[in-house]
């Protein structure tokens, strides 16, 4: 099956795929100031220093929102629609907020602040990696 996430890779973007295809979630964190952010950016965006390295958090994380997607935008993705695309928070990484895919039972409702956890696929790219609800 074709990679239906083959968009062109940023350079920025890379250290984190890598990681991914590792089966890590990292995020980069500042070593001036101590603080992570999302997007990667070659300097922080907190204190401006360039020294930027990328530390792991764990699979867990927060849902903060989502919505249903129903619609392709494009015709790779017509075979997966409907699916739901969520925006995950993490506590070891705080003002970190991931936007990614989120699969989840059909009697599974999902709601605000529900507990998720990373899935490792072993592929490549954003295939590599979606979240699914953490059932305690």
């Known amino acids: ?27 980069p964190m500042c070593r001036s100031c101590g603080r992570r952010h999302w997007y990667p950016l070659p300097r922080c965006p907190h204190c401006l220093a360039a020294d930027i390295d990328w530390e792991p958090v ?41 936007i990614t895919e989120v699969r989840a039972p059909p009697a599974c409702a999902l709601r605000i602040d529900m507990p998720v956890r990373a899935v490792f696929t072993g592929r490549t790219g954003a295939e590599g990696l979606h979240f699914v609800p953490a059932i305690t």
Do not use: Q
């Open 58 to 98: 764990g699979p867990d994380g927060t849902l903060f929102s989502w919505t249903a997607v129903n619609h392709a935008f494009t015709p790779e993705f017509a075979g997966k629609v409907p699916y739901t695309v969520g925006l995950i928070a993490f506590a070891g990484a705080p003002g970190v907020r991931l």
């Open 1 to 27: 099956m074709t990679n239906v996430h083959s968009l062109p890779e940023s350079p920025e973007f890379t250290p984190f795929w890598r990681h991914v295809a590792e089966r890590r979630l990292c995020f």
